[in-house]
T-cell receptor, first 117, second 113 residues
């Protein structure tokens, strides 16, 4: 199993450009998450999807949109990038049923390092 | 609402010394608590978790943490530091039945030879 994969690994954008960060998981997990990591601030939740077909805002959703394309894939879109969106973005997934012993655990991808100039 | 405070953004210890990383949480409902580790340029990896079983939780790489409800703490310890423990460590809390994990700001652990 590859676990959680993210593309691209690195990206540089100019202010106002758009892009989509891709995330996929092969663990048949129900829930998926997008976080951003900034120095001294830990990880902050942008959006999450508790199950296929649903999405909800997290702590810092402004400037982002998401799509839960199917059970495996959860993409994050920046419509008009701003320098404040320079960050490392992590996708995570989690099992969806209490029967699974890892129900409470989130599994993280390797991250996408985004710079907006 | 849940929140996490990690005391000390940087901790430095000598190889072989005790590692103690502090985490205090706030939660309006009984919490689940986690410690994650992040090595340079990598994603986060779960070290250990507390989900209401034993209050002393053992994790990978010789780490353990104790849930103390009276002190609202979940400090991470390791008796003897190894050079490979150098990383950033995150404490996180989740309310039971919730979807969202709330992270602390992280503690960078440096190991001195």
């Amino acid at each position: 199993n590859a676990g959680v994969t993210q593309t691209p690994k690195f990206q540089v954008l100019k202010t106002g450009q758009s892009m989509t960060l891709q995330c996929a998981q092969d663990m048949n997990h129900n829930s998926m998450y997008w976080y951003r990591q900034d120095p001294g601030m830990g990880l902050r939740l942008i959006y999450y999807s508790a199950s296929e077909g649903t999405t909800d805002k997290g702590e810092v959703p402004n400037g982002y949109n998401v799509s839960r394309l199917n059970k495996r894939e959860f993409s994050l879109r920046l419509e008009s990038a701003a320098p404040s969106q320079t960050s490392v973005y992590f996708c995570a997934s989690r099992p969806g049923t209490l029967r699974e012993t890892a129900y409470y655990e989130q599994y993280f991808g390797p991250g996408t390092r985004l710079t907006v100039t | 609402a849940q929140s996490v405070t990690q005391l000390g953004s940087h901790v430095s210890v000598s190889e072989g010394a005790l590692v103690l990383l502090r985490c205090n949480y706030s939660s309006s409902v009984p919490p689940y608590l986690f410690w994650y580790v992040q090595y340079p340029n990598q994603g986060l990896q779960l070290l250990l978790k507390y989900t209401s079983a034993a209050t002393l939780v053992k994790g990978i790489n010789g780490f353990e943490a104790e849930f103390k409800k009276s002190e609202t703490s979940f400090h991470l310890t390791k008796p003897s530091a190894h050079m490979s423990d150098a990383a950033e460590y995150f404490c996180a809390v989740m309310a039971r039945g919730a979807q969202k994990l709330v992270f602390g700001q992280g503690t960078r652990l440096t190991i001195n030879p």
